[in-house]
């Protein structure tokens, strides 16, 4: 009976945050401002992949960062201001991801007239944050190398619900077991067209494809 | 107003759970076998130190394993009953964590009389996980070198709840940024006497220390 309950209420949260979602998708279109909900498990290198992509594209871009975390610690935001960008910290209090409302306070800490893309690092964590809708131009997922090469057999609602895939720290490939094709050929199974790039962040390796790859989306982002 | 009721409803299933945990962890206790619940992030080598446990320690203890699983996926459980012993998967269904009637479920499924040491296997993510009792003798975090040295600030939930911290993959120290001074004193400030074991599964580096913890605890257990 309880069990019954809890799932009504769960329904009725979710298709609050989808309304919330398409608000926050409203609102970011009348400003012009692209964003990209960032996921992955805890260390799949989500903050070095977003200060890679200011290194590349803050000269194209003006670039707001909203840094999801389950504690106050601020180590991802510190990170972001100190390149001089807006950076803006959701603390979900011990909970296992964003949600649509907690994106619209982080929007409204921000400037949105005054930017053009605005990155969000959800809660490390390849379950939960794959619920729950944004409202963000693109969902984005951040694997890496170590993590291991069966985690789209695992994972594969957070592998089915995003619009690309970033394959990160191909520079451990000599050192770790990792299978590309397995990988792959999981990925495949789930998300038929999802476009992937192997990048390194630590040596930079594969980034020009991704950058290529954001300036075709803002494109698209523009025009529609 | 939903979200108060929302937050009403969590709280009876933690009730129940905690309810549930207690029963199991009698089941356990009266069936003379050892329990640790093993949590950690996707990929940091949950089950790889199962198979080591069970390469060290089978001829000591006869063991059984619980894997739970957020798909229908048995890589991991497939690994286990390839070795001979018995395993069991809760496919949790998409659920980010294990709860105690699922534990209840997976030891309805073993013969319990039969075994020393059942190792169960968490959903693989630092957040959840850490809030559902299950009723096992102890709380197991496996943490992993590639995953970054800032984790037990960001993930303080998980770090404070359990008994033992695996600290895996250091054959990687040479190849990713990762300051141990850092990382314990995180560790240390949420969970001061918290034991650690800086392991590698590949190598087989620092198990011997972890067999002799393990030893000395299901001593404690028996004479509990």
New interface residues.
Partial sequence: M?QT??IN??E??LG?NDQIAIKNASLLKANGVMTFNIMA???AGKTSFILKIIEKLSDKYRIGVIEG???A?T?DADKISKLGLPAVQINTG???HLDANMLRSGLDNLDLKSLDLVLVEN??????PA?FKLGTYKNILVA?I???D??P?????MYSAVDALIIN?I??LP??PFNMDYFISGVKMLNPDLVSFPISCKTGEGMDEWVKWVTSVHVDFRSS
């Fill in positions: 309880s309950i809890h209420v769960i009725n949260i609050a498990s805890p260390g975390d389950t504690s610690a180590i011990g909970d296992c809660v490390g964590n390849l379950v939960c619920a890496s170590p993590e291991g069966d985690k057999y695992k994972y594969p609602a720290k520079d451990l050192y770790v």
